[in-house]
């Protein structure tokens, strides 16, 4: 039974850190090709642009490779990697949020009571 909770452990962590590459790589590629995917949807957007223009700028903005798209980015918590209910602030997921909360690690953060 131990050994396969390690096991079990082993495998959530590596699948932790891979979605955190993958997060990582997706931001780097978002990075490198903004300044393209912002110039091509411009000119796609001008009217007063030739329709051949905006056609060719469709064409070349369809070449981009898909992870460059700000939708396929996802804020994930820092400490434990889960993607669902994050809050933007702290970028902690609310589990890990209250846990640190409770804890007193996070400044200016109290329970509440009324």
Do not use: H
Request: charged fraction near 25%; hydrophobic fraction near 40%.
């Amino acid at each position: 039974m131990l050994i396969v909770n390690f096991l079990c452990i082993k495998i959530i962590n590596i699948r932790e850190e891979q979605w955190k590459l993958l997060d990582n790589y997706r931001r780097k590629v978002y990075v490198k090709y903004e300044m393209k995917n912002k110039l091509f949807k411009s000119i796609v957007r001008n009217k007063s642009l030739p329709i051949s223009y905006r056609y060719y700028a469709t064409f070349q903005k369809s070449l981009l490779p898909r992870s460059s798209s700000i939708v396929k980015q996802v804020n994930r918590c820092v400490q434990s990697g889960r993607q669902w209910n994050i809050l933007k602030k702290v970028k902690l997921s609310r589990f890990v949020f209250r846990f640190q909360a409770y804890d007193g690690v996070l400044p200016g953060v109290r329970r509440s009571s009324w």
